[in-house]
Nanobody, 125 residues
Framework: QIQMVESVGGLVQAGGSLRLSCTVSGATLDDYAMGWFRQAPGKERETVSCITDTGHSTYYTESVQGRFTISRDNAKNTLYLQMNGLKPEDTAMYYC??????????????????WGQGTQVTVSS
């Protein structure tokens, strides 16, 4: 059984940084694109970023471009999201997920096969 487990998020001040990780167990996801998503209260889930199976291509939603960096280590079966310059509007539950094949175009949360349980990120002003 494939499981994806996000690291604990946390509370950070605006302008601060946080790194999330997502560890996969039960299978290797070398052939899967992987992504980070977030959902704030009362809002729909949105794609934050996606990385292709090889890690050679990355995609970001416009609001995090230049501040967030997605990466993966296939040898460790782990996905990362480095978040810098955090803003209060980044406050949300963050999820990792894996999708067979390429990242979706446009960046939408649909079509992902496996999901983590989510981790809360709160940015104070």
């Amino acid at each position: 059984q494939i499981q994806m487990v996000e690291s604990v998020g946390g509370l950070v001040q605006a302008g601060g940084s946080l790194r999330l990780s997502c560890t996969v167990s039960g299978a290797t996801l070398d052939d899967y694109a992987m992504g980070w998503f977030r959902q704030a209260p009362g809002k729909e889930r949105e794609t934050v970023s996606c990385i292709t199976d090889t890690g050679h291509s990355t995609y970001y939603t416009e609001s995090v471009q230049g501040r967030f960096t997605i990466s993966r280590d296939n040898a460790k079966n782990t996905l990362y999201l480095q978040m810098n310059g955090l803003k209060p509007e980044d406050t949300a539950m963050y999820y990792c997920a894996a999708r067979w094949g390429p990242c979706s175009d446009p960046l939408l949360p649909g079509g992902y096969n496996y999901w983590g349980q989510g981790t809360q990120v709160t940015v104070s002003s």
